[in-house]
């Protein structure tokens, strides 16, 4: 099955709660949303005003990045709310892949153009989506490359990596289930997800 045969079947509700990580505690609430590039795709392949044009720009732009939002909050006892600024995020948000090297942020002159004017833009909807609490995002790029500059980070390949900020922490076990085809227990035929290699009620290996 292809990459676009996947897609197509991808749920983005599902997609969101698996990029999406939340940290709370007492009155103090912290997110670290990745964006994968297949995002782009998934979020607007039904969005008959976005030409493909538009969805492969996007890709082709923040392909070489990692690209995460990031929001730390305060609920005060009479219900206003205070935000972290976008400087003193980021002065604690790094990223810590598997071979436990640490990443930084990159300076806004170290980001093409065109990628920071894109999430400029985007900015107002991403805060819609997530509401009152959407007031207080900040988006952050980091290279995450290797020697060659390829991405050392997939999110259809096997690795994990962490994102930590406003002292949470933020865990991603990769690959994404929601990218990877189904899996089916041969015993009855009951969909599985397709990261799982066996059936947990029946013990038996899953099959594609």
């Known amino acids: 099955m292809t990459l676009g045969q996947v897609e197509n079947e991808v749920s983005m509700t ?3 709660k698996e990029i999406q990580q939340w940290n709370k505690k007492d009155n103090k609430m912290s997110l670290a949303w990745w964006i994968p590039n297949e995002y782009w795709r998934i979020a607007l392949k039904d969005n008959k005003q976005i030409q493909q044009e538009t969805i492969n720009q996007l890709e082709n732009v923040f392909e070489n990045y990692l690209m995460i939002w990031a ?3 305060t609920i005060n006892a009479d219900g206003t709310t205070n935000y972290t600024t976008e400087e003193e995020i980021s002065k604690s948000i790094t990223i810590l892949d ?5 990443y930084f942020p990159l300076a806004k002159n170290q980001i093409d153009g065109e990628a920071l004017t894109i999430v400029e833009n985007m900015k107002p909807f991403f805060s819609q989506a997530l509401g009152q609490m959407g007031r207080g995002i900040h988006f952050y790029f980091f290279k995450v490359t290797d020697q060659n500059g390829k991405n050392l980070i997939d999110a259809k390949l096997q690795g994990q990596f962490k994102v ?9 076990k990769l ?3 929601t990218l990877m085809s189904s899996k089916f227990c041969p015993v009855d035929r009951e969909k599985m997800k397709g990261t799982w290699s066996y059936c947990p009620i029946h013990g038996q290996k899953l099959e594609n």
């Not at 598997?98 to 640490?102: F, G, H, L, M, S």
């Open 175 to 177: 690959p994404l289930s």
């Open 164 to 172: 930590s900020h406003s002292n949470s922490d933020f865990l991603w």
């Open 98 to 102: 598997e071979n436990n090297k640490k």
């Open 14 to 16: 599902e997609l969101i």
């Open 71 to 73: 929001c730390d909050l």
